[in-house]
Structures are given as structure tokens and as C-alpha cells.
């Protein structure tokens, strides 16, 4: 899902909503199975996907082909099952996997679009076209349109010693491209900026639909793609807001997996990556994601094995920062994929639109301002522009929060410029309007921001807009030297983009960003891996939609970290993932810990930045490269005892190094009261850290040769392991060549399988469906229910009002469990009804959608129909759910491996 909203705004509002959502409530993307679509890899790369059909016809499996899954990585197919054949998820995976040609069986599961914060130029263009003279735009940020972006991962430096990424492809998963925007070439195809790809899905595309695809990887409605397209590829030549992307003289190719809607799913992903893989990419990049920490997930091992066979994938690390410790997102949790987190930009810049001002008697000094269109919209105007002081205030103030005093002058035909407040745009517009006022423009009363203010119901009001501070202090201070301004408006849609920028002054510039997504995985796999710059980053954006547009998110982070790898590939002519991931890690820069606006002296940890924040030109020079690029001690019970560290050198000269050892902050996963999740910012474990010991405390790595170092970490005591603490921090190593390296580690001082409370018992209950504010219901509540025809709901059921009145079970996973069952026990029930052993319990069946594998933490609402997953209808009776999650660690075929809680009893019957 895309919001129209701005960083600061979002900032406050993240800051007040999390004592609002439940506990372990994902505030960002969410991953769900489609009911009854598999995902299935053949053996030993046989591909007759005919016989494997009529095998499945033969098992009582009849099923209709959603995608033909043939590559050289991954021979297999994915499929619908037709309806009222698909039974336990668990069970029915056991019968597709026994069919000869199966090696391996997996659920389809929606992936949404990340929850990127963008914020677009507020105009667009009149027949999607771009005005091409530059002459009356404001550059972006820096000198010759150097981007802040760039300097701060010292992309500039590589960029003006002429290394563009020349030679490279890079295949980006996404929403598609507006190839017609004259920034990223203008066409498609051969000789393009953008060469290749293909659309895998078509518009109509929804996630769970039968994908209908064409070649042609056109975005016109949803941007994403685009955006991160110019991050990557934007031509400074043609960008008539004259920046260039991290790589511009690389190839790019846009894989399109999303519609017009905000889904996909994973099988759509795995075509996607083989597809670019098979193309000939040599980085593919991808900013989506479902929250995880599994690396088991099949979109994950498909990514994973074109990393082993030598093409880099960075993926976004995610934007749910604010659920704390243990959010990993896949498929950047997968083995040797570059999960890549976000740091904030130095700079504010706003994309606005151009108006003219003529300053003075005589209107003699024009220059051009940015503003942003509101509601409702400005016409073509040109008026004199005239500033609310608080000598026309009742309350003194610069704003018209009040009304105005009677000696104000008419306001009819003027543009009343007024500062902005909190009392609301309504009323600052009510009372000018009192006044006469046509058209306002409201100028911001902070640095570096503007938004689109919309009055609707005020008949007389014909314009309204807003202007940034900087803009309306300096006018304000004209017009009350006597200095008059005559301000012309050009229809949003005809005018031309303005980018400006202001230096960040909110506090978090160059470091994390509060919603980027932490680490750990849920089998202590460190991630991310590093960060780029993806708070608030201007690029482009469809034409249709604006055309430029500023948004934030890992999302963006993500492409630059490819157009990096892609200058690396170019600088160094090397193509391994692995060297790659290396060279960006030791070099990273370490970030201290921002919590919102404290900033705290140590440094933030590993699972929120992984490395740092990346140094392209340090990387593309170092001589040195670590190997591995990070290490994980894992958990108390499977510690890594000593971890081996290999140096490289590349040089002509012998190096030493001095080893050291810089902690970052430790953190709790678990609060103290409940022992629940805690949200960002987690608890500090302050002065907590581990000790680690060295194999040498200074080594000397030959010219051309390598050393090797081993670490050997003791884990910080004292701590409440029941709350999981996390500890990390950097092994540091300082050459005499002037070269200094870093290797991130982290670790967890406690158990994975005994610590976590994987089932929080208070809020794990039994409600009625119908109840929106989800209060438990008592024992032995009565229901009555329809006959069902299904397990699952009908969609669009949970838009309904009221709710159907069903009995439903709330299950709040406090960790995430590779299994998680919700069975359903029979307490009073006829004699004969059926029942199956599981796991030492006689139960009827399963809830619709149960089983459920690699579960990451979050909260399920799963209403139950009278039909179990397996489809029977189960006889009026007293029963009960018993709700059951698998340890990390555990084995699923040991029940004492399991959270359990049996949840009260509840009495069901028909109508009619």
C-alpha cells in the first residue's frame, strides 16, 4: 500500500499509534496464503508438468495451473487447487510431495506492496508529457544536481571519476516502469536506459487471480517501481530536475509482478527472479517483502540459489521498525541475500510546483517559488499577494487562527498568504474567507516541509496552496517592509516541477530510520546486512502521477545498494556475491542509536543497521576483503564457540592490521511486565555487552596472500535471558595501509527455544466474530450457525456489517513458530464423530487455514465456519480450540516441542 503522506507527519502519527495496536500487531506488510494454491519444485529437474497433473487428478487433487515455473534454477509449477477439494494444508502437502516427480511442496502466499511513504510533486503533467527545457527548474539538492543521497554513500565520488555502471544489468522486481519519462530515456528496449523485462501478471492482476501476462512492463498506476527505477537509472541529460541515479550508465530491466492492486504473491516472485536471472542480470534487486525471518520460505531459497550461482539480490529489509527486535522480512532473510536497511537523508528535498513572483514597484526582479496544490485548486491567476501580521491578528499572532480585526482590509482579490497552526486549515480558511479571500496560500510554520491542504466545504474559497517557511518568512518580511508582490499561478497541471531541499533538521539525518526493519532472523541469521539511504529520496515517478515524488522507505534504500554493487562490478570487475557483500560491509560506517530524538552514545545495533551505512568509493579502493562478511554466534544453546575470519589481500604490499573489538548497544526482545514483544525502541541493556578474544591482537596479512583470525565471543552476563537480550557489535581492524575494516556480529544471551513465549495466554481467547472490539467470551457460549459450504469466509465477509456471529479464536504469537496449529477438540459431541491423533490428542479437524508453516510474530483473527480445513461439517456439539506453536529449535513431531492452550469451550448448532 502506497500513503500520501510526508515523513514528519507519519513520524508523529507512528509515535502515537503504537500503544493503540495490539501487541505484536504488524504495522507493516503482511503475508497471507492463498487458500488452496501450491507451489511445487520437481525432482532432479524433470519438468513434464502434464503427468504431474494427472497425478494430481488421480490423488482426488483436481487443480487448474496458475504459473509454469521452468528454469534452470527451478524446475517446477505452481497451481489452484478447485474448490472445495483443498483440505489440511499440512496433510495435503504430504499428498501432492508423494506424487514421483515432487521434491518439494509449498503454500502460494500473498505479498503485498511495501508501505512506502511517498510524497509526489502534486501536479501532472497535461498529456503525460514533461516539458523539456530545464531552464526555469530549480536543481535538486548539491552542486550540478549532486544528490545528498550520493554524497553521503560517496556515490558522487565514483560518479565523477566517470564509473556509471556501464555494462552492467540490473533486473528490478517491481511494479513496473513509466519508461516514458524523459529521466529514465523516454522508450523501451534495446538502446534504452530500460532495455528489458517483461510484465508477468497484467493490470488486472490481485494476488490470488490467475496471472495473465504481456510484455510490455508499463506502470502507469502505482509508481513504486518507477521510483526505485530512478534511483538506480535517472539520466541527468533528460531529468529536468537535473539529478542522475546511482548508476546511470547501467542497463536496467523492470520485472512487473504487481496489477493495479497492492498484491502478489510468491510464485509470481519466483518467476520473477529466475526470469531475470535467465536474462542475464548481473544484480537483481527487489524492494518487497512479507514479514518472515524464515529463510525456508520457497520465494527465499529461489533467491538464494541464483545467489549461489553468482548473480547478487538485495531486497528490501523492510519498514516495520516501530514491532521491534525479530521482524526480518522474506526474501531478504534468505541465505546470502543482501537484506538492506535505511538510513535517513541529510537533506529535506520537496518536489513543488513553479509559480512566478514579481518583487518590487514596477515588478522589475521575477523569480520563480515552489508551492503545493490543495484543494481547491488554483486557476490560472495573477494577483498581488498580501500577509496576515499580527496587526490584523486578534491574538497577535502570524496565523489566523482567530478572527481578524475589523480595520483588515478587503481581501477579495488578493492571494492572502498565512502562516500555518495547528487550530486547522479550516478554520485559518473560515476566518479569511470572513474577510473576503478568494485564494490563500498557506506557508509551513517549520523548516524543510509542505503538504496539500483541502478545504471542501467553503463555496466562496477558489484556491488554496501552501508554500514552504523558508518561502513565507521571506516574504513576509518583504511585504512588511512595504516591499509589494505580484504572484502569478499556472494550472498545477500545466506548471512545471520544482525540487528544492533543506538540511535535515529534524535530528535522525544520516542515521537509521526508525521504521527500518530489525533482525534478528528466528534462527539467529544476522540481518540486515547494511544500510542506504532511503528516507526521503527524491526520484521519478510515473507521469500520469506527477512525475517526481519524495518517499522513504527500505524500499528505497534498496536499488541504491544495487546501482552500489553494480559501480563495484564496473570499478572491480567482479561478479561474486559474496566478495561483493564484503567489501560493502567492511567499509560500511557504524551509525550511534537514534530513539526518535534521543540520541544515544552507543552505537545502534547490528540487527537494526547490520554494518552501516554504505562507502562506495572505500569499497570499490579497499585492498583488504573479510570473509566471511559477518558473523552469528546464534543463541546460548547453540553458541559459536569460535568463528574464523579470512583476510584477503588484494594489494601489492603486505598490511597489518591492529584488532579490536567496538560493542554496540545491547537490547532486550521482551518487556519486563508480560514479557511481551516490546516495540521500537526496545529496552537498552545499558553498559551490557559481550567479550570477545582474538587469535592474535595484531595480524599481518602478506601481499597477494591471506591470514586468518579467530574470534571467540563470551556472551554478556548477567541479564535477563527470559527477555531475550541481543548483543552485536563490530570486530574492528585498522591497516597501516590507512584502511579500516569492520566484521558485524551479533548473538542472543538466552535460549531461542525456552525463552520466547510463543503463545501470549491473555491474548490467545475465544470471541465472537461479530464483537469488534474482541472480548473473550465465556465458557460454553452458544452459537448458531448457517450450514457452511467452506472453512474460510467468503471475500469480502470481513468488510460486512455486522460480522457474521461465529465463534472465532484470537491467537497472539509472542515468536515466530515454523508450525502453528489451531485443532479443534470435541468435548460433547455425538458418538461416531470422527477424530484423529495429533500430536497425543484426539482432535476433530483443523480451523480453515490450519496448519500454517514458517509463521512469523504477529496477531490471527481466524473465524470458524462449522467446517473444519479438512471439510467436514462437524454435528451440533461443545467444543473446543487448541491453539499449539513449535518452539525455534524444536521438532515438529514432538509434542512437548510446542506451546499449547486448549481455549474455553463453546457450543455450536444449525439453523433449520
Known sequence: MVRWCSALLSLALARSALAAVPIGYDPGQKTDIVPGAYIVEFNNGQNDESSFYSDLQSKGLPASKRMTLSYSLFKGSSFQLDKGIDVDPVKTTSRIASIPVVKKVWPVRIVPLPDSKIRPAGFGHNNSTVPPAPSLARRAPGQNGTLSTHVQTQVDKLLAAGVTGKGIRIGIIDTGVDYRHPALGGCFGPGCPVSFGTDLVGDDYNGYNTPRPDPD?????????????????????????????????????????????????????????NRAYEDGCDVIT??????????????????????????????????????????????????????????????????????????????GNKTSFGWMEGRPKFPNVTLPLWVVTPNYTTDGAWNACNPLSDDTPDLKGKIVLVEYAICSDWVIANNLVAKGAEYIMIYYNQDSFAFSPVIDDLPTLKGLGMTTYQQGKEWRQLLTSGVPILVKITDPVYARPIAVSYPNTVGDGGLVNYFSSWGPTWEVGLYPHFAAVG????????????????????????????????????????????????????????????????????????????????????????????????????????????????????????????????????????????????????????????????????????????AELTIRPTPPAGLDEKRLPVYSGYVVLNGTNGENLAVPYLGVAGSMYSAPKMLDPERTFTFRYSNLNLDPIPADSNFTLPIPTSPELPPGTEGMNPLPNLPAAVMQLDAGTSLLRCDIVALDAPAGVPTTDVLGVEVVGSIGGFPAEWVPRRYFVKPFTGMTQEGKILPAGRYAFLVRGLRIFGDRENAADYDALKLLPFNIEYKN
Open 535 to 706: 528516507g526521503d529520496v527524491l526520484s521519478t515517478f510515473p507521469l500520469d502521477l506527477g512525475a517526481f515524488a519524495v518517499a522513504s522507505g527500505t524500499s528505497m534504500a534498496t536499488p541504491q545498494t544495487a546501482a552500489v554493487m553494480a559501480l563495484l562490478m564496473q570499478h572491480r570487475g567482479i561478479r561474486d556475491p559474496q566478495t561483493l557483500m564484503s567489501l560493502l560491509s567492511s567499509t560500511a560506517q557504524a551509525k550511534p542509536f537514534i530513539d526518535y530524538d534521543k540520541l544515544w552514545a552507543g552505537l545502534a545495533p547490528v540487527p537494526q543497521q547490520g554494518a552501516g551505512l554504505v562507502q562506495a568509493w572505500d569499497a570499490a579502493n579497499a585492498r583488504t576483503v573479510p570473509s566471511p562478511s559477518s558473523v552469528s554466534f546464534n543463541d546460548t544453546e547453540h553458541l559459536v564457540g569460535s568463528a574464523t575470519v579470512t583476510l584477503r589481500n588484494t594489494g601489492g604490499k603486505a598490511v597489518t592490521f591492529s584488532v579490536g573489538h567496538v560493542p554496540a548497544l545491547t537490547m532486550y526482545t521482551y518487556n519486563t511486565e508480560r514479557l511481551y514483544p516490546a516495540p521500537f525502541p526496545n529496552p537498552i541493556a545499558e553498559g551490557a555487552a559481550a567479550k570477545l578474544s582474538f587469535s592474535a591482537d595484531v595480524i599481518t596479512v602478506p601481499a597477494g596472500g591471506s
Open 217 to 273: 512492463p508499463l506502470d502507469t498506476c502505482q509508481g513504486h517501481g518507477t521510483h526505485v527505477a530512478g534511483i538506480i537509472g535517472a539520466q541527468r541529460e533528460r531529468n529536468e530536475l537535473g539529478f542522475s541515479g546511482a548508476a546511470p550508465g547501467a542497463e536496467l530491466g523492470m520485472y512487473k509482478v504487481f496489477g493495479c492492486v497492492d498484491n502478489t504473491a510468491t510464485d509470481v516472485l519466483v518467476a520473477a527472479f
Open 286 to 363: 527487489c524492494s518487497i517483502g512479507g514479514n518472515s525471518g524464515w529463510a525456508e520460505d520457497p520465494w527465499a531459497v529461489a533467491v538464494s540459489r541464483i545467489v549461489a550461482a553468482g548473480v547478487p539480490c538485495t531486497v528490501a529489509a523492510g519498514n516495520s521498525g516501530s514491532a521491534g527486535l525479530f521482524y526480518a522480512s522474506t526474501a531478504a532473510d534468505g541465505r546470502g541475500v543482501t537484506a538492506v536497511a535505511s538510513v535517513e537523508n541529510i537533506e529535506i528535498p520537496l518536489v513543488l510546483v513553479e509559480g512566478r513572483a514579481a518583487i518590487g514597484e514596477g515588478c
